[in-house]
T-cell receptor, first 116, second 115 residues
Framework: AQSVAQPEDQVNVAEGNPLTVKCTYS??????LFWYVQYPNRGLQFLLKYITGDNLVKGSYGFEAEFNKSQTSFHLKKPSALVSDSALYFCAVRDIHGAGSYQLTFGKGTKLSVIP | EAQVTQNPRYLITVTGKKLTVTCSQN?????MSWYRQDPGLGLRQIYY???????DKGDVPEGYKVSRKEKRNFPLILESPSPNQTSLYFCASSLNQQGVNTEAFFGQGTRLTVV
């Protein structure tokens, strides 16, 4: 069974500093990895995805993520945090070699707070 | 505008009173699913549908029903709601079951309280 772990419930970072939100995954085959962001009282919005190719993927709002197969990680990063980045972030994985449901499995979420 | 629309956004109901949360997408997506979001648990899949008339259970299907009579609609039905179904519910859609590399689009959410 596939799973996702986000080891930090909350991450605090000062505005202008780099940020990292951690994610590790477990799948039986090759993973398709996604990051979503949820602002208060809103649905989830897609940020970026890793399918194949370059291990560093770039997404919306200046975010990027690095796929590391040996460490089974897909950490979300941004060089300079903005107060408006404060939100709940979810990592998700889909294993196409799984049971065939193409189910998207989510982590429990990490609350990012950017302090002015 | 491409979107997934859920209704209602907020709902307070009493135990045992049947309710339906509607979900509609205008992107001609084949794959639709329902999630519930609870603090500390993230999003858990309730049911999913790969196409019209094709539905299957996710991780937490107990107490829920779904139907997929048309491609655009995927209602979530609680026949006899209980307080442990108090949660934030999201409907999502994505291109098709073969498009495993495509992202999911989410509705705005329905906050359900069962008293």
């Amino acid at each position: 069974a596939q799973s996702v772990a986000q080891p930090e419930d909350q991450v605090n970072v000062a505005e202008g500093n780099p940020l990292t939100v951690k994610c590790t995954y477990s799948v039986s085959g090759n993973p398709y990895l996604f990051w979503y962001v949820q602002y208060p009282n809103r649905g989830l919005q897609f940020l970026l995805k890793y399918i194949t190719g370059d291990n560093l993927v770039k997404g919306s709002y200046g975010f990027e993520a690095e796929f590391n197969k040996s460490q089974t990680s897909f950490h979300l990063k941004k060089p300079s945090a903005l107060v408006s980045d404060s939100a709940l972030y979810f990592c998700a994985v889909r294993d196409i070699h799984g049971a065939g449901s193409y189910q998207l499995t989510f982590g429990k979420g990490t609350k990012l707070s950017v302090i002015p | 505008e491409a979107q997934v629309t859920q209704n209602p956004r907020y709902l307070i109901t009493v135990t045992g009173k049947k309710l339906t949360v509607t979900c509609s997408q205008n992107m001609n997506h084949e794959y639709m699913s329902w999630y519930r979001q609870d603090p500390g648990l993230g999003l858990r899949q309730i049911y999913y549908s790969m196409n019209v008339e094709v539905t299957d259970k996710g991780d937490v299907p107990e107490g829920y029903k779904v139907s997929r009579k048309e491609k655009r609609n995927f209602p979530l039905i609680l026949e006899s709601p209980s307080p442990n179904q108090t949660s934030l519910y999201f409907c999502a859609s994505s291109l098709n079951q073969q498009g495993v590399n495509t992202e999911a689009f989410f509705g705005q959410g329905t906050r359900l309280t069962v008293v």
